[in-house]
């Protein structure tokens, strides 16, 4: 289970490393953030919708009823439905039929869309209908109902609770991954498993030293994690090289500031570390990581920095 643990945080370590070198990772990031935003300021006006039924006015229909879903009862005029054509460039797109609705002590008969309507029409017929109210264009009927439910509300508060998870998992990505870039990209373990883990670890057969961190501005910038080096010192300073290509790059240390000790989680398990804040050979305040294969070889490295510089 620890040791589960610990590839666990190692590899969310590695995921937040490469996460911030891939500007495609970024990239996509920053547009689902974008368009999970996006999704809930549309999805909060479709939960705020008013979908409440209200009952038809009994006397004249008012304009501040349109957009709202009413529910009128009465007896459908067949023989006084109009017809109304709206036209596209010239060409008839489409046949709008309305027919009128006469509610009891109403002043006026209300205009119905002939779609959804029930399948009996005849001027004795009462139905109750429930539609939305709308306003209508040239040569329709000032206001209308056309039959419709109200839509149900869940599937959009589902939404808006996938895009609130969203913004929230990406909120706290970007905060996770800012707290594991400026420990080095190096997970530290809970110190309540540090001394089990010690008294269950065989000690590694070959010695090593693993950098975590920047090179500086000498090289761009680049930051590496879980690189094998080599550690020389003279009593000026201490270098940092690869084991392999050791002319590719160099980190200097010139005086050692701070040290801290910490064991953290890498490929090769759970590794005593320190942080180190320490000036480069141009005077420069810098931070990096060195995890050792145990606590002796980074001992035997601390040991030696305490003198550089002096």
Same mark, same amino acid.
Do not use: C, H
């Given at each position: 289970m620890v040791s589960l643990f610990i590839r666990s945080l190692n590899k969310l370590s590695v995921m937040s490393y490469l996460s911030g070198r891939s500007r495609l990772v970024k990239t996509i990031v920053m547009g689902v953030f974008v368009a999970a935003f996006a999704a809930l300021f549309t999805l909060r006006g479709a939960i705020d919708a008013d979908t409440t039924i209200y009952p038809l006015p009994p006397m004249n229909l008012r304009s501040t009823m349109v957009d709202r879903y009413v529910r009128a009862?009465?007896?459908l005029l067949a023989n006084g439905a109009i017809e109304v054509k &709206?036209?596209? *460039?010239?060409?008839?797109?489409?046949?709008?039929?309305?027919?009128?609705?006469m509610a009891p002590a109403a002043a006026e008969p209300l205009m119905v869309l002939d779609d959804n309507l029930p399948s009996a029409?005849?001027?004795?017929?009462?139905?109750?209908?429930?539609?939305?109210?709308?306003?209508?264009?040239?040569?329709?009927?000032?206001?209308?109902l056309s039959i419709m439910s109200p839509p149900s509300k869940d599937p959009y508060r589902v939404a808006g609770a996938v895009s609130v998870a969203v913004i929230g998992g990406i909120v706290i990505a970007i905060l996770?991954?800012?707290?594991?870039?400026n420990a080095d990209y190096a997970i530290t373990i809970p110190q309540i498993l540090v001394d089990w883990i010690a008294k269950a670890?065989?000690?590694?057969? &070959?010695?090593? *030293?693993?950098?975590?961190?920047?090179?500086g501005a000498a090289y761009g910038g680049v930051v590496l994690r879980e690189i094998s080096v080599s550690f020389k010192a003279i009593p000026a300073e201490a270098k940092i090289v690869p084991v392999y290509q050791r002319d590719l790059w160099s980190v200097i240390i010139h005086r050692t500031r701070t040290v801290r000790l910490m064991t953290i989680a890498t490929s090769q398990g759970a590794l005593p570390a320190a942080q180190l804040e320490f000036e480069d050979e141009r005077g420069i305040t810098r931070k990096g990581l060195v995890a050792a294969s145990d606590r002796s070889v980074l001992d035997a490295m601390l040991a030696v920095l305490r003198y550089v510089g002096q």
């Open positions: 009862s009465g007896t &709206t036209q596209l *460039l010239g060409v008839i797109d489409r046949v709008m039929r309305f027919i009128p609705l029409r005849a001027g004795s017929n009462t139905v109750t209908l429930v539609g939305k109210i709308l306003k209508g264009e040239t040569r329709q009927p000032d206001l209308y996770l991954n800012w707290l594991v870039r670890k065989q000690p590694a057969q &070959t010695p090593f *030293l693993l950098w975590f961190g920047s090179l």
